[in-house]
């Protein structure tokens, strides 16, 4: 696939190298930016046009922006990782396209040609490599989305969008690492309904999940885990991460894909490795009452998390309004950081990539 061309206009007033250095050394997450952003714009009349790199700053919007309103709007998640021989590359960016195309359906907006996703992506990245953070478990967290720019206020599908891409140098997610997480069983608020836009990474399913992720906060928790919506019985997903379940026997269950979860990336590669090594992976609806039960038996030992920005974390106890469990001995399980450790070891060039899953460039 060739790469579009992005025009680029080079930050006049970038941050300064020994600034930039300081902030890298502890970038937490999400809360630093780099100097670009790329940008696209998308018209009825046009298509998609306007291509470029910029310097990042803030947008002017009018008050009537259809997206301000109705929340037409989609997001993707990615990692550019520095690799041990100094080239920089991405995990498996062509399935994060393919996903922006497939949640833009669903929100009656324009899909974005891979080849333009992934060479915005590239065209940033290129521009500001030196945001790369050299840290152990550091990496360029990459933020695509997409929204109604078109000022009106009728409902329906916008006839105007922006495509930006904006990058934030990020250590690790979770502070401590891998440490086991506690998650709060939300038995009121659910995330997706059948039907719904559970499947899509759109803003509105977050923007409906805070709530959810405050109670979980109020009772002691660090993360929310949601029920499915009809029977408030299967285990779904947190609010950004899917769940996975390990048995005794050695076997791991993680929901199926029925629209009402986020299809992840993560889960995808999580479920193409243990296989790989042997493992039976079911993709099969676990309810919470067997998940307790089977937690209070042993024959459950691990249950982890995962996604982009953590990648995988390990899941210690589970509380809700009729008590808590606590899994194996609560802490980190053995299967969980084996695959962990093999998941991150390709993302960062440092083991084979049979699947060419490492998307290399610059
Ligand atoms: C993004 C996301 C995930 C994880 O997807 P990855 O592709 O693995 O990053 C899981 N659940 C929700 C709700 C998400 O938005």
Redesign the pocket.
Known sequence: MSSPTFYVEANPAPVAANERTRLLADPGFGKLFTDHMAMIRWSDAKGWHDAKITARGPLMLDPATAVLHYAQEIFE??KAYRLADGGIALFRPE??AR?FRESAQRMAMPELPDDLFIGSIEALVKADANWIPDLEGGSLYLRPFMFASEVFLGVKPASEYLYLVIASPAGAYFKGGAKAVTIWVSDHYT?AAPGGTGAA?CGG??AASLVAQAEAIREGCDQVVFLDAAERRWVE??????LFFVFDDGSIVTPPLTGT???????ESIISLAREQGITVREQAYAIDQWEADAKSGRLVETFA????AVVTPVGTVKSRDGAFTIGSGGPGQITEALKARLTAIQRGEAPDPHGWVHRFG
């Open positions: 998640g990615l399935e994060n996903r995330r990474k399913n977050y997903e947190l609010g950004g991460m899917n979860i986020l299809p992840g990336i993560t889960r995962c996604g982009t920005a």
